[in-house]
């Protein structure tokens, strides 16, 4: 009987989680966090939290790995939803990967469209370029070897991978945002109503996160936004892999 009824509740979170997943209002999202780390449910090796804020409704996953399955637990508006173990074929997790992609991809998409705005009557003086010609080169050679250690911590058994990302409009400031938080830097791109891209990056060189008492770069960019936009992209591709499953 424990067994029958273990199988009936899986099945009705299985539904419950289809559901979710099919939710289009999910990709009308004001604000979202991703946050793998070892704070762990479950007596889990590491959690997966996914937080989706929407016009109408909040929703809050979290995926631990038990290495044999998966527990899945799923709130909305603060109110359970239920929780299920699932073996890692099961269809869902596909469906919370293409979830993970398209959210992650819809959000960069309406950056890079607000990034294309650009004042054509707006001219930049040598000083101006040769600052963010500057700033863009010292963040590719960052962002390259953060994305090296990012997929050798995904590939290495040895290695565990964590990280904080944060897309939409914040709560707490009400200003559309990129935050990422992973390896030895803390990573904020702020997309200003004038048009501009301002970016704080702090490097915590111990690797412990907000150590740093000053940004390594800061500053509001123009010239150069879309390209510097551009290099977190591709970073935030890397990342990705290791928030999905």
């Given at each position: 009987m424990?067994?029958?009824?273990?199988?009936?509740?899986?099945?009705?979170?299985?539904?419950i989680?289809?559901?979710?997943?099919?939710?289009?209002?999910?990709?009308?999202i004001?604000?979202?966090?991703?946050?793998?780390?070892k704070?762990?449910?479950?007596?889990?090796?590491?959690?997966?939290?996914?937080?989706?804020?929407?016009?109408?409704?909040?929703?809050?996953?979290?995926?631990?790995?038990?290495?044999?399955?998966?527990?899945?637990?799923?709130?909305?508006?603060?109110?359970?939803?239920?929780?299920?173990?699932?073996?890692?074929?099961?269809?869902?997790?596909?469906?919370?990967?293409?979830?993970?992609?398209?959210?992650?991809?819809?959000?960069?998409?309406?950056y890079?469209?607000?990034?294309?705005?650009?004042?054509s009557?707006?001219?930049?003086?040598?000083?101006?370029?040769?600052?963010?010609?500057?700033?863009?080169?010292?963040?590719?050679?960052?962002?390259?070897?953060?994305?090296?250690?990012?997929?050798?911590?995904?590939?290495?058994?040895?290695?565990?991978?964590?990280?904080?990302?944060?897309?939409?409009v914040?709560?707490?400031?009400?200003?559309?945002?990129?935050?990422?938080?992973?390896?030895?830097?803390?990573?904020?791109?702020?997309?200003?109503?004038?048009?501009?891209?301002?970016?704080?990056?702090?490097?915590?060189?111990?690797?412990?996160?907000r150590?740093?008492?000053?940004?390594?770069?800061?500053?509001?960019?123009?010239?150069?936004?879309?390209?510097?936009?551009?290099?977190l992209?591709?970073?935030?591709?890397?990342?990705?892999?290791?928030?999905?499953?």
């Amino acid at each position: 009987m424990r067994n029958f009824l273990r199988k009936i509740l899986n099945r009705d979170i299985a539904d419950i989680l289809t559901r979710f997943y099919q939710h289009t209002e999910l990709l009308e999202i004001q604000w979202i966090s991703f946050a793998i780390n070892k704070n762990t449910i479950a007596n889990s090796f590491l959690t997966k939290e996914l937080e989706i804020l929407t016009d109408s409704d909040a929703f809050s996953l979290k995926i631990a790995d038990l290495k044999t399955a998966l527990n899945h637990q799923l709130w909305k508006n603060h109110e359970s939803e239920g929780t299920s173990i699932l073996p890692y074929d099961s269809t869902l997790i596909n469906d919370y990967n293409i979830l993970v992609d398209n959210l992650i991809e819809k959000k960069i998409h309406s950056y890079q469209t607000k990034l294309k705005n650009v004042d054509s009557t707006k001219t930049f003086t040598p000083s101006e370029v040769t600052t963010e010609d500057k700033a863009l080169e010292w963040m590719r050679a960052s962002f390259t070897l953060l994305e090296k250690a990012v997929v050798k911590s995904l590939t290495d058994p040895e290695l565990l991978f964590q990280t904080l990302l944060f897309m939409g409009v914040n709560p707490k400031s009400n200003q559309e945002e990129i935050r990422l938080i992973t390896f030895n830097l803390d990573i904020k791109f702020e997309f200003l109503s004038n048009g501009m891209l301002r970016i704080h990056i702090y490097n915590d060189k111990n690797e412990e996160t907000r150590t740093a008492k000053k940004p390594s770069l800061v500053g509001d960019f123009n010239f150069r936004k879309r390209e510097m936009l551009d290099e977190l992209t591709k970073l935030l591709s890397s990342i990705a892999q290791g928030i999905k499953i």
